[in-house]
């Protein structure tokens, strides 16, 4: 039960109102009697004419304050004012004022009658700000467009924050995630909210909006603060401790967005201390809210010493943080694709009416509906789901230059990182001197550095290797340490963070950005064979349209594609990937001035990307008549060639036999002279006399042996080939060859051509057919043959080796090289 008595009561509630007065910085007074008055508080203000004296009457009153009391109040004041023994007088009531009463009391001169509530908002005038809260918020057209947020749990955010805000002692709320999830717009949503309901109503909290990374230079509270209000529209009667006391009384929602950017440059220990400043306004009935990207923390240690106040001590034990309490934390999850078609329904045309205020024609009505449907009509649906990028590519879609339909998936993905970047390089709390190339090249080395590292379960932003920030600000005069260097660049990074992993929650933003890391390593200078394999071996089928996309849009990834082909002469055997090939292969097709270039230099590598060209299709199957016509014309040319590009063309030869037995091509690989040449080391050397025939001098005669048999097929003699053990045979030599088999289910394993085919084949005369048919009619011939084995194999050329078979002409300049620049 309360004992305090009414007077008591009174007293504390006048001394509560003259203690406001004092933290404003007027010297106040209580219990002063003015002629036939005892005045509940005077107050003196030194204005510039004269100084002033104002007298206060406090009302303790849980209850309406009656027409009566406010009557007498106008009485006796009154006539205090009237004499000039006050200036002013102010009645002040803890509730409500009836509307009679306070009317009676405004009709006279000098008076004033005030709630509590309304005489703290007098105090620190707050109106102008509040009115520039709105005043900014209807200028951005956000409720135009905006979409509600939910958290991870599903849970509409705004809920979580009206509950949080009514609740008494609930601790310091922190809303963390992701970049561009909606954190600032969310922050300034709210601010307009809470700003127009205290406007209406002097009992609702005023909202105190800071963005941290505007005043980032301010190492006190007092001096955020300040700033902060000297910024916007005026504040009257500004001063820190009132501020501080209206605070503790419950009368504000204090919101500090962007504490990632006001991390700038800093340690672990100075953001401690920072937020700990931050914190000293957690005191009383206050409301603190943070919001900002799960980025500022580079591991868990971080999370719980800035999040949850508990720190390490030297001994390893975890305490908590004094004088502090921890916050509660809140997570945000993306758009649903429902909700992300919502926001671009109502953004982009928004969008559209700022991009015409610039005197540039307004498009139609049709016009922007029609992009509209574009936009939502299921393409960018992945890309949507998260605010920010929903916004880039509502940006995007305002050029009417930009047909949507037409442009390469690179040429979309290079501008939405450009304008991503852009507004990460604009924000104060980011350092200039790296501007939007530097962060790019860090992004494009975290996304490649993190694709290499695909199988790792564990990755924190504190793992990302330091070169990785050397190789984004190299050329550029900077005074970080390695630690402060990370995170800085770590800021602007568009990953997200898990608890124990970073990621890049968009995928085809990660492919892309690899691309990009791809492009810088075949531009660099020195660029060579051993690069090209790494290149080759980052592809996936995305990374490689994102390439010959942006190929056919830009002479830049054009030059730097052009780069591969000098160093695939020098390529051996490294087994690249379909994908590898496919992309090179797309490349070409759209090149025919490449092909004939290329094709002039009968490299084993072009020859293959050359067949797959002709064939429309990277398969071995030849569909085209094209396709089979190249082959033939390679396996009747692979006579006088060096062993490693005949392996290669036999490679490719078995490869296409699978699925269809050429007979003109199988004559052409079993010459007259080949079998002449092979008759002549066993005929007249007595019948045990064996010929053994190398694979590095009788290639072509040895891949034979390897893979053929003289046997009969339907009566008839023939020469019957195991296609798969020619393959493998060619393949042991031949620096062309994939990871993966091509087969399509259809292939056959044996082939076979009659004699007499190929004697027609070979359209040469009676007599010399005389001297070959031994060959294919005297089996005890055939078996005295036999091939050698040899261990020679060719290896990927790097700059600790050479290659060991053949010496290498120096490599030809391609003439479609990249620009200047």
Excluded at 35 to 50: E, G, L, M, T
Aim: aromatic share 10%; net charge neutral; proline share 4%.
């Amino acid at each position: 039960m309360d004992t305090t008595s009414t007077v008591e009561k009174g007293n504390a509630f006048r001394d509560l109102v003259v203690s406001m007065l004092e933290a404003a910085g007027f010297a106040s007074e209580s219990e002063i009697r003015k002629n036939f008055k005892k005045v509940d508080a005077i107050w003196r203000r030194d204005d510039i004419d004269r100084p002033r004296l104002y007298g206060i009457e406090t009302k303790d009153y849980k209850a309406t304050l009656t027409k009566g009391e406010c009557i007498n109040f106008a009485y006796e004041y009154g006539a205090l004012v009237d004499d000039g023994t006050l200036d002013s007088a102010w009645l002040v009531s803890k509730g409500e004022i009836s509307p009679d009463g306070r009317a009676a009391v405004d009709a006279k001169r000098g008076l004033k009658a005030f709630t509590y509530a309304e005489f703290q908002r007098r105090l620190l005038g707050l109106v102008n700000y509040l009115r520039d809260v709105l005043g900014r918020y209807d200028n951005s057209r956000v409720a135009d467009w905006y979409v509600h947020l939910h958290t991870d749990e599903d849970v509409p955010l705004e809920e979580v924050v009206r509950n949080w805000l009514a609740a008494e002692d609930l601790p310091p709320m922190a809303i963390i995630a992701g970049y561009g999830k909606g954190k600032s717009t969310f922050a300034m949503n709210t601010a307009a909210s809470l700003a127009a309901a205290a406007l209406k109503d002097a009992d609702q909290r005023a909202p105190i909006l800071i963005p941290l990374g505007d005043i980032m230079d301010e190492q006190s509270l007092e001096g955020l603060l300040g700033k902060a209000f000297t910024t916007t529209s005026g504040v009257l009667n500004y001063n820190f401790a009132l501020f501080e006391k209206l605070n503790q009384a419950g009368r504000f929602v204090i919101l500090f967005d962007g504490f990632d950017e006001m991390k700038h440059g800093m340690t672990l220990q100075k953001f401690e201390t920072m937020i700990r400043e931050l914190l000293r306004l957690d005191r009383g009935r206050a409301k603190i809210l943070i919001l900002g990207r799960d980025t500022a923390f580079h591991d868990q240690h971080e999370f719980r010493a800035i999040i949850e106040g508990r720190q390490v001590t030297s001994a390893g034990f975890e305490v908590a943080t004094m004088d502090r309490r921890q916050f509660t934390p809140v997570t945000i999850r993306d758009f649903k694709i429902d909700e992300a078609r919502n926001f671009v329904r109502g953004f982009f045309p928004s969008l559209m009416t700022e991009s015409s205020k610039g005197g540039s024609p307004a498009p139609s009505s049709g016009w922007i509906e029609k992009r509209i449907e574009e936009l939502v009509g299921g393409e960018f649906d992945t890309l949507l789901v998260r605010p920010v990028h929903a916004r880039m590519l509502c940006q995007i879609a305002t050029d009417p230059n930009v047909v949507l339909g037409s442009i390469s998936k690179y040429g979309l993905f290079d501008r939405f990182v450009h304008f991503l970047l852009d507004r990460e390089v604009s924000k104060r709390g980011r350092d200039p001197r790296f501007g939007i190339d530097s962060r790019r090249k860090f992004n494009a080395q975290v996304a490649l550095w993190l694709w290499r590292q695909s199988g790792a379960s564990t990755v924190t932003l504190n793992h990302i290797p330091f070169q990785l920030c050397q190789i984004a600000v190299r050329g550029i005069n900077h005074d970080y340490d390695e630690l402060s260097l990370r995170r800085e660049l770590a800021q602007g990074c568009l990953v997200d963070k898990g608890a124990t992993t970073v990621f890049f929650n968009h995928r085809s933003l990660q492919e892309f950005l690899v691309a990009n890391a791809i492009v810088d390593m075949s531009l660099a200078p020195g660029f060579q064979t051993k690069t090209l394999f790494d290149c080759l071996r980052l592809l996936n089928q995305e990374i490689g349209n994102f390439l010959v996309g942006g190929a056919g849009e830009s002479k830049i990834i054009e030059g730097a594609i052009l780069n591969w082909f000098p160093a695939f002469r020098e390529m051996y055997h490294p087994q690249l990937s379909v994908v590898a090939i496919r992309t090179i292969v797309a490349f070409l097709a759209a090149r025919p001035d490449l092909q004939n270039e290329i094709s002039a230099q009968g490299e084993p590598w072009f020859n293959l990307m050359l067949f797959f060209v002709r064939n429309n299709d990277v398969t071995y199957h030849a569909r085209t008549t094209a396709a089979m016509s190249f082959v033939s014309e390679l396996v009747k040319a692979a006579g006088g060639a060096p062993p490693l590009h005949q392996a290669a063309t036999y490679t490719l030869f078995a490869s296409t036999m699978r699925y269809a037995s050429v007979p003109r091509n199988i004559a052409a690989w079993l010459t007259p002279t080949m079998i002449e040449d092979a008759l002549s080391k066993i005929q007249g050397k007595g019948k045990y006399t064996l010929a053994y025939f190398q694979r590095d001098s009788d290639f072509l005669f040895w891949l034979f042996l390897k893979s053929a048999r003289i046997t009969k097929v339907d009566g008839e003699v023939a020469v019957e080939i195991d296609v798969e053990r020619l393959r493998e045979s060619a393949a042991s030599l031949s620096p062309v060859d994939l990871v993966e088999e091509l087969k399509d289910g259809s292939e056959q394993s044996v082939v076979s051509v009659t004699a007499q085919t190929l004697y027609r084949a070979w359209d040469i005369s009676p007599k010399r057919l005389d001297k070959i048919r031994p060959f294919f009619n005297d089996a005890s011939l055939f078996a005295r043959m036999k091939p050698l084995e040899t261990s020679i194999r060719p290896a990927l050329k790097t700059e600790e080796s050479e290659p060991i078979l053949e010496p290498r002409p120096p490599r030809p300049t391609l003439s479609l090289k990249k620009p200047a620049g």
